[in-house]
Structure formats: C-alpha cells, structure tokens
C-alpha cells in the first residue's frame, strides 16, 4: 500500500469506529476493507480533508462518491466470500469496487462515463488492485461473458429491477440495490435459490440515477 499521511489513518480509524461499528456492521470483512481503503485518494484534492466524514462527496460529471455507511451496509447485505466474483454496475470514483476488492477474489466493475471509467482504471492501476476488472458501457446489461455472479450490486438508483442483472446472478447470489425515483429509494437485497427469488428491504437511501436501457432515459 501507498504510504500515507498519519492524519488520514486516524481520521479513518474513527471514521469506522464512529459512523460503521457503532451504527451495527459487524462483518468482520467488511470492517477490516473500510479500515484499509485510502478514501481520500478517491477524492479531488480540494477535497480531501472531508473523505472521512460520513456523507457522499461530488467526484466531477454530477456523479458522487457514496456515503461509507452505505458502502459498508451494502456491503454487508452481499454477504461476501473470499472465493466470490463480484459484479459492480456504477463504477464512480472505483471507492465501492475497491472495498469489494479488498475481501473477494474478483470484482468486474461497468462504468457508462468515458471520463470516469479512465480516470478510475489508472488509480485502480496505481494502488495495484489487479483483481479488479474495469469495462466501459451501459451496465444494466450487464457482463453475460463473465456471469453468473455470486453477488450483484448497483449503485446507482435505478426505476424498477434490472431482468437482466438478476438473469446473470448465481444459483445462492447476492444482489442489492437502490430502487425508487430520482430523488430517494429503497435498498432492496435480492437472493436467488432453488425456490426462485427473495426479495428484502435495507431501508431508505439516495443515489444518482442508473442510466440505461433497463435504467432511466439519459437526460
Ligand atoms: N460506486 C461508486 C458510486 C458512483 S455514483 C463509488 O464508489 O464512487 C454512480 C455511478 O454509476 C456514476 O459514476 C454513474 O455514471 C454510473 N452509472 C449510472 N448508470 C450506469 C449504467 N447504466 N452503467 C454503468 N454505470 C452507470
């Protein structure tokens, strides 16, 4: 790992302690991600010294990085394996995909913006996240080469749940994402076994919309 100012490895320490423990994640996984991925460096420089506090950050082209508690519930609602491929749709500034990174063996990630998508690979490059595979296009397609998937997650809001996605889900995956209207939804985990799919509630939450053919219309 990159060497880092002493600052940010406190500010994150408590940044864990504070808003993810004591707000009831309990995944040791996923404890362990939050207290090693550098959020900062995901982050302009500009504003650096807030990437610690419990709130999205813009990250340029009206997207946002996502709040860690809702990196770190999303996370946990995965219920992640060290073995397991994961898909990410909404790669942003590649904050999620590394938490991801951090506790599976493979994470495929779709971003739909060009600057985004070549802005992120290089840091992906630069802190060595060489399990992470990056793709550019509309991800509510998904990425039927590499599926099934053992886990699922979108983070992007989108209108209704993608067929497609829950298609390339694997027989006892994981998928959760945000389902609503453009300005709030609901966090929804899907699990698909032999009895078909399960479908349950997180709670509220608010991210930019999923644009896509099975998301909302560009524009
Ligand atoms: N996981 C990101 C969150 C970024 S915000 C992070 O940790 O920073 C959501 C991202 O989803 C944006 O970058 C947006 O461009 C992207 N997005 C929206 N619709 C998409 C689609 N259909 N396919 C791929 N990416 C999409």
Same mark, same amino acid.
């Given at each position: ?65 996502? /709040?860690?508690? =809702?990196? *770190? &519930? ?12 994961? +898909?990410? %749709? ?5 904050? /999620?995909?590394? =938490?991801? *990174? &951090? ?12 600057? +985004?998508? %070549? ?101």
């Amino acid at each position: 790992m990159i060497k880092e100012p002493i600052k940010f490895e406190r500010q994150r320490s408590e940044m864990v302690k504070k808003h993810i423990e004591a707000r009831g994640i309990t995944d040791p996984f996923v404890l362990d991600a939050m207290r090693t991925v550098p959020r900062h460096l995901f982050i302009s420089e500009a504003l650096m010294d807030q990437a610690y506090g419990d709130f999205p950050l813009p990250i340029g082209d009206q997207q946002t990085i996502s /709040q860690p508690y =809702i990196v *770190a &519930e999303m996370t946990q609602a995965l219920e992640l394996k060290p073995d397991d491929r994961v +898909l990410e %749709i909404g790669t942003g500034s590649g904050y /999620q995909a590394t =938490i991801l *990174a &951090e506790i599976v063996f493979r994470v495929y990630t779709i971003e739909r913006l060009h600057s +985004l998508f %070549i802005k992120t690979r290089r840091l992906f490059d630069q802190l060595r996240y060489h399990n992470i595979v990056t793709r550019y296009s509309d991800g509510t397609a998904g990425w039927p080469d590499e599926s099934p998937f053992d886990a699922i997650i979108i983070t992007a809001g989108a209108p209704r749940i993608p067929e497609t996605l829950v298609r390339q889900l694997a027989m006892g995956g994981r998928m959760v994402l945000p389902v609503g209207d453009q300005h709030t939804q609901d966090l929804i985990k899907i699990e698909k076994d032999e009895d078909g799919l399960h479908q349950s509630s997180l709670g509220g939450c608010r991210f930019v919309k999923l644009v896509g053919e099975q998301g909302w219309k560009a524009g």
